[in-house]
């Protein structure tokens, strides 16, 4: 199963990169052979971006990671009560249904409980309105739950432990069910579409 790692944030060393890294470790632990790619948001060129060119190379290139993505792992940290500018960017150049048939677990960051919400009330909408199969219950943190030591590496909260752990088991068993899922699309017979009729005056 191929996923996708997908960071929102714009700064190159952050919380939300530092979350997205651990899940990831956390999964690949739980449940082998995925295949995993890592887009940062923030690599890809700003022009294009901004100016929604989807002919230039590496935007076309990420365009088909999340294509070929089973499952998406979303990161963002939370400003203005929302997720970011940068990641809205980006998701705004997938076609209407870029999600579609697609796991998501969307993970955020922020500096207290109080944008909690964010998470339900500005991503996971955006996240089904891409057609998103299924989208699982998310995982906030704040900084303070997510401290760096640059010699021991990161130190994770006891409650987010727990919620990564959630988190990475209800991915994993999804995996698990989306890929018999996928063998059930493979094997359905393909019903063409009914031609209507048309009757002679």
């Given at each position: 199963?191929?996923?996708?790692?997908?960071?929102?944030?714009?700064?190159?060393?952050?919380?939300?990169?530092?979350?997205?890294?651990h899940v990831a470790e956390k999964l690949a632990e739980r449940s082998t052979g995925h295949r995993y790619t890592k887009v940062q948001v923030r690599e890809l060129p700003a022009h294009?971006?901004?100016?929604?060119?989807?002919?230039?190379?590496?935007?076309?290139?990420t365009l088909a990671a999340v294509s070929e993505a089973d499952a998406?792992?979303?990161?963002?940290?939370?400003?203005?009560?929302?997720y970011t500018g940068l990641l809205?960017?980006?998701?705004?150049?997938?076609?209407?249904?870029?999600?579609?048939?697609?796991?998501?677990?969307?993970?955020?960051?922020?500096?207290?409980?109080?944008?909690?919400?964010?998470?339900?009330y500005a991503l996971r909408p955006v996240l089904h309105a891409l057609d998103a199969r299924h989208v699982l219950a998310g995982i906030y943190a704040t900084s303070s739950q997510l401290v760096w030591n640059e010699g021991s590496g990161l130190a994770v909260d006891q409650a987010i432990a727990w919620r990564v752990q959630a988190g990475v088991e209800g991915l994993a068993a999804a995996l698990h069910g989306h890929k018999s899922w996928q063998a059930q699309q493979a094997q359905a017979p393909f019903v063409a579409p009914v031609?209507?009729?048309?009757?002679a005056r």
């Open positions: 199963m191929s996923i996708l790692l997908l960071g929102g944030s714009p700064a190159a060393v952050s919380s939300t990169g530092r979350l997205l890294d294009a971006l901004l100016h929604a060119e989807t002919s230039d190379l590496a935007i076309k290139r998406v792992i979303i990161a963002t940290p939370v400003y203005k009560a929302s809205k960017a980006f998701l705004d150049l997938l076609p209407q249904d870029g999600l579609a048939g697609k796991l998501v677990l969307p993970l955020a960051t922020g500096g207290s409980q109080s944008h909690m919400l964010a998470l339900d031609e209507p009729i048309r009757l």
